[in-house]
C-alpha cells in the first residue's frame, strides 16, 4: 500500500515536471517575438520595439496618434505578446509660415496700434524698425508673433 502510494506520487511528480518542461519549452523566444513584432510594423519609421519576457515596449515618436494606437495594436497582436508597454511620443506639429503676401495685410493691421513701426516682409521674416516704447514692445511682438511669422527681426529703437 506505501510502495503504492509512493510509486503514484512518483509519477504525479514526474508528468507534473514533464508538464511544467513542456510549457516552458514551448513559449516563443522574446527575440523570435521581437522580430515578428519587427515585421508587422514594417513600414513604420522613428519607432523601436523591445521585447522582454513577453512584454514589448515601444519607443520613439510617432508622426501622430492615430499612428501610435494603429503600430500598438498591430504590436498586441503578435502572439507572444503578453502586453504592451509604450514609451513613445508624438512629434509636435510643424509650423506653419504664413506666405508674405498674407503677412503684409496681417502686419499692417497689427501694427496700426504702432503708428511709429514700420514693418519689411520677406521670405516670411518680419523686420521692425522705427521707434516704440518699452512698455507697448511686447504687445506688438505677440501681435506680430500670432502671425506666424518665420522670423521677427525686430531692428525698431526701444524707448522709455
Known amino acids: 500500500m ?4 509512493m510509486r503514484t506520487r ?39 520595439v523591445a521585447v522582454t519576457n513577453g512584454v514589448a515596449t515601444i519607443s520613439g515618436e510617432f508622426a501622430d496618434e492615430a499612428t501610435r494606437a494603429s503600430t500598438t495594436a498591430k504590436v498586441a497582436a503578435v502572439k507572444g505578446v503578453k502586453s504592451v508597454a509604450d514609451s513613445s511620443t508624438i512629434a509636435p506639429p510643424p509650423v506653419v509660415i504664413s506666405p508674405d503676401d498674407a503677412l503684409r495685410t496681417s502686419v499692417a493691421t ?27 514692445l511686447p504687445m506688438a511682438m505677440q501681435a ?17
Do not use: M, Y
Open 2 to 5: 506505501i510502495r503504492t502510494r
Open 10 to 48: 512518483g509519477f504525479i511528480s514526474a508528468v507534473t515536471l514533464s508538464v511544467a518542461l513542456a510549457l516552458t519549452a514551448c513559449a516563443p523566444k522574446d527575440a523570435d517575438v521581437k522580430a515578428a513584432v519587427d515585421t508587422a510594423i514594417t513600414g513604420v519609421s522613428g519607432v523601436s
Open 110 to 136: 497689427a501694427l496700426a496700434a504702432f503708428p511709429t513701426l514700420t514693418a519689411t516682409i520677406s521670405d516670411g521674416v518680419i523686420t521692425l524698425n522705427g521707434e516704440i516704447k518699452k512698455a507697448d
Open 144 to 160: 506680430l508673433s500670432a502671425l506666424n511669422p518665420k522670423k521677427i527681426d525686430n531692428k525698431a529703437t526701444v524707448k522709455k
